[in-house]
């Protein structure tokens, strides 16, 4: 999510300095995103704290247990 060097207001968001409603643009500059505001001339950095999650893929190889364990029982006989 990147914004355009276009200022473009941010609907529902509020100043938080005057606390106007849809009064927040938000630009980019010099690969920085701003938010400002055009009633009483606030701005900040905005950090986009929410990165894209990247998909865990995972392939499942060809894991396949093989268990041909085979016991030999011996019946010791206890007479000596
Ligand atoms: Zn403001």
């Known amino acids: 999510m990147a914004?355009?060097?276009?200022?473009?207001?941010?609907?529902?968001?509020t100043c938080p300095k005057c606390a106007l409603m849809d009064k927040i643009q938000?630009?980019?500059e010099?690969?920085?995103?701003?938010?400002e505001c055009?009633?009483?001339?606030?701005?900040?950095?905005?950090r986009l704290s929410s990165t894209p999650r990247?998909?865990?893929t995972r392939v499942?190889?060809?894991e396949e247990e093989i268990a041909n364990?085979?016991?030999t029982v011996r019946l010791v006989d206890?007479?000596?």
């Open 69 to 71: 364990q085979t016991q």
């Open 26 to 28: 938000a630009f980019t």
């Open 60 to 62: 499942n190889t060809d």
């Open 30 to 35: 010099d690969g920085v995103n701003y938010r």
């Open 38 to 46: 055009v009633s009483c001339g606030f701005k900040d950095e905005m």
């Open 78 to 80: 206890p007479q000596g």
């Open 3 to 13: 914004f355009t060097t276009k200022k473009q207001f941010i609907a529902g968001v």
């Open 54 to 56: 990247e998909l865990e």
